[in-house]
């Protein structure tokens, strides 16, 4: 029967210690043989075992952040068993926030979490700056809406009042971090729409309708679980906690131009409130 190699010295990128593999050494449960194939009968399930490797390998940081995982079909060979074992195991780690997959470009290692600080002056591409991450931001969809009761409360407008709605989805080098609504007062910001999709971001698309200082009049935080739709914009497991954020920013003068409500994807974001 063929001797395991321990975990440590094994990688699903193929990086093997070829000493440890000669000397055989072995330590209990591993279930992984010398040359890649899952171990079998020790009760214990194949995918499991694949799913425990890389999660290993992932917190002892032999796969750093960012690092895309090989393909199904390769890790399928490496580990001797079919796609569905390694898309279970892949699964299983996706459900722990350890990776994601991203569509038509493969699974990656999550990013670790980056903290994104909410104060007086709260600016998504200054924080990931401060970050050093890049930032990005796209406008998914853009209407002219009535303000339900509550939103008008936020707003300080009629309900009723037609207001400027947008889907945004912003990033941070390139993956899916914050996800949600904007809505502010029209006709006083007409313009907007059009202007972020120039820039992208909000301070110079607010800058552009006039507004050239903006302050956060207050935030409220909460969490829950992600929808099936929220978790695919995200690019997260469905089911996966997210943290809930929304705010009301306000002009130089004191009146409420935007509200905000965003989702942030927990295995990647921190909130830190600033006093």
Known sequence: MTKPVPTRNFSPLGAV???AAAEGTVLPGDGITMDGAVFRGDGIAAWRKIAD???AEIVGGMLAPGAQLPTEAVLAT???VNRHTVRRALSELAGKGLVRTAQGRGTFVELSRLAYPIGARTRFSQNMAQEGREAGGTMLEASEVQADPRLASLLAIAPGSL???LLTLRSADGVPIAFGSTFLPLPRFVGFADAYRRFGAVTPALAECGVDDYKRQATRLGARFASPDEAARLDIAAGRPVLTVEGVNVDSDGVPIQAIFSLFA????EIVVQN
């Open 163 to 165: 207001v400027l709605r």
């Open 53 to 55: 490797l890389v999660e």
């Open 266 to 269: 927990a295995d990647r974001t």
């Open 78 to 80: 490496r580990f001797g």
């Open 17 to 19: 210690d070829d000493r």
